[in-house]
């Protein structure tokens, strides 16, 4: 996360209180103690909700970034602080480096119109609108041409394989549709900055995931920048570049899938990672030794340093010494012991 | 919560018991000592109405020159309503409506506007039919407009959320006869009154319905809105107010059926000849069959009016062929050029005279046939029932009623039973019942008309604390206390006696004809269509078959308002019953429960909130017709706005009406505080 050029989205010290005069009383709170725990406590205190508690992350342009928590860990009132359905109660939120906690209502208006799209997780959709209507709405309210605006609906319609539904009305729809439906509103205007609510946590699991992997086929032909919001793990290690896993209002951990399975930074993250299949989401850098000091037996299953776990184990099924671990030129870059990669893979049992 | 009370000694209800019977013990034992301890002396009572009169009406003289333009100015969209409703020849005002019928609801809603219209014009009320609908065409948009308006206000300005809900809960307790009397002080003499009371009782269902449809828009639904970029109007009118549709039909439902039933009670002012007038005019002059006739039209109107715009509020309507309704409007156009001479003048197709006549006649015979029978029934209602209610079992029981005379020995012994059985059920440990009781027993010995005055501020005010803490107890009391020194509270108790009395009345009788439609399908499909109609029909037209049999009195007012409040109390206890989770009975039926346990151990603990709710349906409706039925004799504060309204008396009618809408709130904060309390018991 180094670099000179402005994230996508930027969070700093962000708070979200529920409750009467909870700004005021945050605030207050702020000048007396130091410590978010504190703050938390002397909320708490008042009979206060902070749902949201100093909050910071940053987002590259074209990341998709997952929030991932369990119900209410406060991921679904981050979300909506950050495309400012609620607008927030103390701190910095950037999108695009424009300062939009102290934005107008008109220049809101106006980035919701062109840089943001959100998908939510019970759709959303207009009842009273045919799904042309539905996608073609955010245009409509800019004044755009009927015409103008059933052309370029269409064009997203066809994305989210919707084309011939143009004229159903939602409930007429099954739950995956209705969700592309939502899919295509967001996109109709071109957005940069994309939030989805977890989309699709309404649906049954095989349409969950064909929805999932369309959803990154449009992503990766778009490059927007996302934030997911889902309370499943599988869901967030599948799309994610980085994952924040968030509990009680505050974020734990963020880094990379392999990072979150492989080095939990404490209990409630490895209770999460648990019943996760290691194999297919952490490579065999993440488990090899570096080959100084290390000796390696006369096998060489040819295994590389971005290898899963899984496809590596399946190459040592039948040895016992340890193994080299080569880059793409051959060079020795590590040594594993097999037993090492089985253990690794091992579901979790409780352990002290 | 009663749990640990309990622990400490006592329950809630039996704490409460055990003070109000105390103060009631005390006031019936010092009474003779204290007299003002039974009655509330008159030197005590502040001049409140005649103060309320002088400030109301002074503040109405600096409104009257303003009111009194709107007056002339409403004038006219009236006259043209009535205009076009005049001289529009009939062929092709029934073709209009069929055609609209069609529109709506298809062959079924075509031919019932094509009979009910076709029955007016029959009847030869065809004139003061359109003179009635002509009002309603004018009040409705009026309230639809004002409702729709303080239904956005109240969904824009939260705070403004909890005085506009309490404002509307005030326009709607306050009865209707009570509006008329400043308005008419305001107004001056005309239709435009009835116009404005109408439009004042209709807009607050429409303002509920689109408040409710407002807030009952998907919350995700709102923020997809917002996150389209559109403006607060156009999330307003694109978004949220097309998705709360459904809900607001319902209102327009609702406002059309109140404008009606307003219009046709603001007769009473007369001055114009509208149906609503024709069925007081038959009445007053004894006609039955013409009152039954005139009544008649208000409900054909009341249905045609009520399913058409019903199908409104349909989740998904669709609308029928509407070449077919211009054909039916076409002919009607050509009908009423072909005939145009010969169609003459509507109100002489009295076609329905002779039946009219032949209802009438039969009519007489049937009652001096039956006279006996029937004065038999009225006189033992009364004497058996409604009268130790109202002056206790020491007055009522006299040689001439009963067939002997009530002694104090007699109080005695049954002082001394009611205790022994509150001792017996204090001892099986439901000391709140046997208080109860005992309470009942004092009440019946007294009368609820004569009951004293500090036992009735005690014993609501702590019944208020049971049902919902210590805020309502004080609102409950603070309220009542204003009815007591404004001098009103003799006809208060009147009202409260008669209204109490047709209420238990309405919760046995619809109670048991719930259950019974729980049970038994057969008979739900025999009770449905009945429901359906007593609901559709005006308070008003409830009055002509009470006055047809039992004569002016307080017993024909007794049954009128039982037919009309009867109604929720059967609706909500069958839905109640039915609505229990399938998942509870198959568990109870697993268990090895009979029918008859299922009914009592599962059915009923799971239905008790919704079937209080109905009683509190009830209550309000029973008071609703309360002031109606003073038209036909009645006691009480409804006599007293009756009367208000005769005599112009704004400060009478005002106060009279406030107290009655006093009565209507506390009953109504009672029964929801319980109903709220067996919901959380429940976990619903």
Known sequence: MTGSETPAISCRNLWQVFGDNADSALKQALSHHNNADEVSQALRAKGLVPAVQDVNFEVKEGELFVIMGLSGSGKSTLIRCISQL???????????????????????????????????????????????????????????????????AQEVIELVGLAGREDRYPRELSGGQRQRVGIARSLVTDCSVWFLDEPFSALDPLIRRQLQDEFLDIQAKLKTTIVFITHDINEALKL????????????????????????????????????????????????????????????????????????????????????????????????????DLAAALQVETDHV | MSNALAARGLGKGALAALIAGVVGAFCLLFEGLWPWLSSYPNDWVLPASDAVGTAVKSGLDYVKPAARVFSTLMAYPMTAANTVLAVLPWPLLIAATVALGWRLGGGKMAAMAAIGLGLVLASGYWQQGM??????????????????????????????????????????????????????????????????????????????????????????????????????????????????????????????????????????????????????????????????????????????????????????????????????????????????????????????????????????????????????????????????????????????????????????????????????????????????????AGILETGVSQLPWPFVLIGIGTLSWVAGGYRLA??????????????????????????????????????????????????????RPICDMLQTIPLFVFLIPVLMVFQIGEFSAFLAIIAYAIVPMIRYTRQGLIATPDEMIEAATASGATRWQMMRDVRAPYAAPTILLGLNQTILYAFAMLVIAALIGTTGLGQSIYLALGQADVGLGISAGAAMAILALIADRIVQGFAEERKKALGL
Request: with cysteine; glycine share 8%.
């Open chain 1, 86 to 152: 609620l607008p927030a109660s103390g701190g910095e939120i950037r999108i695009e480096g424009e300062d939009i906690v102290s934005a107008s209502k008109a220049r809101l208006i106006a980035l919701r119109r062109k840089t943001l799209g959100m998908v939510f997780q019970h759709f959303g959709l207009f009842p009273h609108m045919t799904v042309a209507d539905n996608v073609a709405y955010p245009l409509r309210v800019q004044g755009i041409k009927r015409k103008t605006r059933r052309a370029k």
């Open chain 1, 240 to 339: 994610a570049d980085r994952i924040a896993i968030m509990r009680d209002g505050k974020i734990v951990q963020i880094g990379t899938p392999a990072d979150i399975v492989l080095n939990p930074v404490d209990d409630y993250v490895r209770e999460f990672s648990k019943d996760v299949a290691k194999g297919r989401h952490a490579n065999v850098a993440s488990v090899m030794q570096s080959p100084e000091g290390n000796s390696y037996g006369v096998d060489d299953p040819g295994l590389r340093r971005d290898m899963t776990l899984d496809a590596a184990l399946a190459r040592c099924m039948e040895l016992y010494d340890p193994v080299p671990v080569r880059d793409s030129n051959g060079t020795l870059v590590g040594v594993i012991n097999p037993a």
């Open chain 2, 131 to 440: 003179n009635t609908l002509a009002l309603v065409a004018v009040s409705v948009p009026l309230a639809l407009l004002a409702g729709a308006m303080i239904g956005i206000f109240a969904n824009e300005f939260p705070r403004f959320r909890a005085p506009v809900q309490a404002l509307l809960d005030v326009m709607q307790t306050v009865p209707t006869f009570a509006y008329l009397t400043p308005l008419l002080v305001l107004f001056g003499f005309g239709p435009v009154v009835g116009l404005i009371a109408s439009a004042i009782y209709a807009a607050p269902p429409m303002a509920r319905n689109v408040l409710l449809g407002l807030q009952r828009v998907e919350a995700e639904v709102k923020e997809a809105g917002v996150m389209s970029g559109g403006t607060r109007m156009q999330q307003l009118f694109q978004v949220e107010i097309p998705a709360a549709k459904v809900q607001i039909m319902v209102g327009v439902n609702q406002c059309l059926m109140a404008a009606l039933s307003m219009v046709i009670i603001a007769a009473v002012i007369g001055g114009f000849n509208d149906i609503g007038w024709e069925v007081l005019l038959t009445m007053r002059k004894a006609q039955f069959g013409p009152a039954m006739l005139a009544g008649s039209v208000i409900v054909i109107f009341a249905i045609l009016i009520d399913r058409m715009s019903a199908t409104l509020a349909q989740e998904r309507r669709r609308l029928w062929d509407g070449r077919i309704s211009l054909a039916i409007l076409l002919l009607g156009l050509v009908v009423s050029l072909v005939f145009w001479r010969s169609l003459g003048d509507p109100d002489s197709y009295q076609l329905l005279d002779p039946v009219a006549n032949g209802l009438d006649s039969w009519l007489t015979d049937f009652t001096r046939a039956n006279a006996e029978l029937l004065t038999s029934f009225k006189n033992g209602v009364m004497f058996y029932v409604l009268l130790p209610l109202r002056i206790g079992l020491d007055q009522a029981i006299l040689p001439f009623t009963w067939g002997f005379q009530w002694t104090s020995g007699m109080s005695l012994g049954f002082y001394a039973v009611a205790a022994l059985v509150a001792l017996g059920l204090a001892l099986r440990g439901q000391l709140t019942l046997g208080v109860v009781v005992l309470i009942a």
């Open chain 2, 474 to 527: 004080l609102l409950s009391v603070v309220l009542l206390s204003t009815i007591l020194v404004s001098g009103l509270w003799d006809r208060a108790l009147l009202s409260l006696y008669l209204s109490g009395a047709a209420v238990f009345a309405c919760a046995v009788l619809g109670g048991g004809v719930g259950v019974l439609s729980a049970v038994s399908p057969m008979a739900w499909r025999l009770v």
